[in-house]
């Protein structure tokens, strides 16, 4: 019996690690999208969200027979109730994939109103803390999960020098901008909110380890002993 179980949570493993890569391929697709102004492309990010719902559902799913035909206790119990909440948090980062998307196919053929540079930036910071949070919380990696906490300042950072940028280098200075600087804005804004989802799943990492709450606490992070 104690087999099949390990089994079947290594398989549920594979499985949120496979989402998890769906949801990172999805942010990059949607923004190698607006980069290049692929409309194709992004509306098949839009069509692929489909894939991620059935892959959350499938999880779900995994996690409710496993509760109730193998009666989990203490650790695994913590980690297949939160692997439930965590898959929601990857669905939810798909679904602003696809809003990014959006913003692509709104924007048609207009030129875009300024190079593209730190949104790039942000696109590979939320892929890396997407990926390297589920690792951490499948690998019950604390080093990994504090690591992935601390880079969402960088997060915060490039959100907040990309809105600067178009609001007073474009928006305030030509108002004719303001039409195509607005997806931008939406496009930054939707990128910081993939890393704090990615920034949750670490912090729910730390919480199942260590049952530390560090979510407004970064403080606490300094008293992280390493993998336990």
Aim: glycine letters at 4%; aromatic letters at 4%.
């Amino acid at each position: 019996m104690e087999r099949y179980f390990d089994e079947e949570l290594g398989r549920l493993k594979d499985d949120m690690r496979h989402m998890g890569d769906l949801v990172a391929e999805a942010v990059y697709r949607s923004v190698e999208a607006l980069k290049g102004q692929d409309k194709p492309m992004a509306k098949k990010v839009i069509d692929d969200d489909k894939s991620i719902d059935e892959a959350e559902l499938a999880i779900d799913e995994e996690c409710l027979d496993l509760l109730a035909l193998r009666q989990p206790v203490a650790g695994d119990l913590r980690f297949i109730s939160m692997a439930m909440k965590i898959a929601t948090d990857l669905e939810r980062m798909a679904d602003l994939a696809v809003d990014i998307a959006q913003r692509v196919v709104e924007l048609g053929d207009q030129p875009l109103v300024k190079p593209l540079v730190d949104i790039p930036r942000l696109t590979m910071l939320a892929q890396t803390m997407t990926r390297e949070a589920i690792g951490s919380f499948i690998a019950s990696d604390m080093d990994l999960a504090t690591k992935v906490i601390l880079m969402d300042n960088e997060a915060d950072r490039l959100r907040d020098r990309i809105q600067k940028d178009l609001i007073e280098d474009y928006m305030l200075k030509d108002p004719a901008t303001i039409r195509g600087a607005v997806p931008l804005l939406l496009v930054a804004r939707h990128l910081e909110r993939i890393c704090d989802h990615a920034t949750n799943i670490a912090e729910d990492t730390i919480y199942r380890v260590k049952a530390k709450v560090v979510k407004h606490h970064p403080e606490k992070l300094n008293n992280n002993n390493g993998n336990k």
